[in-house]
């Protein structure tokens, strides 16, 4: 099947971002009495915003979710994004590789605020490439795992959402692509971590982001 348009999630496919911004969390939210694991902060937040796990912070922390408290996190992420934040091993290339083969017809369409998603695009590289398709889960009615912000990305780059290849790397992130109607491919650098993404609707599986320009042309 040839692809119309490529739409990539951003944490976690093109910057290797999801680590630092978990510790940042999992520090500020065990200053509020929620203490978890490296693992199991990830596990839980991994392709969600901060924002939509209100109840779940809230529950456990006793505390509201305040405004003040999500500038101060999202202070604290961009400080350390900013010093440590670099691109996914093979991203250049696969973006490159995609931009080409769909004639410019890519977007980022990310559950992550706006502000974070450029400024990562910009610190790596990446911004020309996808300048002008950008588009923040945030900013929709409903966030991943619902398709809204594929489905925005496909409108406003002219092609149906059947038509569009997705690349993510979580299963929510994957659940939205599905929901969306596009065929979803899933970079999965953990063979342990295939499975629930093939059962969450991913039709293939790749380990290292350098496989997509090959994957395009078998797909062309």
Known sequence: MKFEAIL????GVLVDSEPI????????????????????????????????ERVAIEAHTGQPLTEDWM???YARRNRELDARLEIMAGAHA?????????????????????????????????????AGNIFSGQEMARSKPAPDVYLAAARHLDAPAHQ????????????????AGATVWA?????EQGPTLLQAG???????????????????
């Open 94 to 130: 696969a973006v490159q590789a995609a931009h080409s083969y769909t004639r410019q017809r890519i977007a980022c369409a990310s559950g992550a605020d706006r502000a974070k998603v450029e400024m990562q695009l910009l610190k790596v590289g990446l911004m020309d490439f996808f």
């Open 8 to 11: 990539f999630d951003c944490d």
């Open 21 to 52: 911004v978990n510790t940042v969390l999992r520090e500020m939210l065990a200053e509020r009495g929620w203490v978890m694991t490296a693992r199991e902060c990830m596990q839980f937040f991994v392709g969600k915003a901060v924002r939509d």
């Open 202 to 220: 991913a039709s293939r599986l790749f380990g290292h982001m350098a496989e997509l320009p090959q994957l395009l042309l078998e797909a062309a």
């Open 71 to 73: 500038n101060l996190f």
């Open 187 to 191: 970079y999965c650098p953990l063979p």
């Open 164 to 179: 569009c290849l997705v690349i993510e790397d979580t299963t929510v992130g994957t659940t939205a692509g599905v929901a």
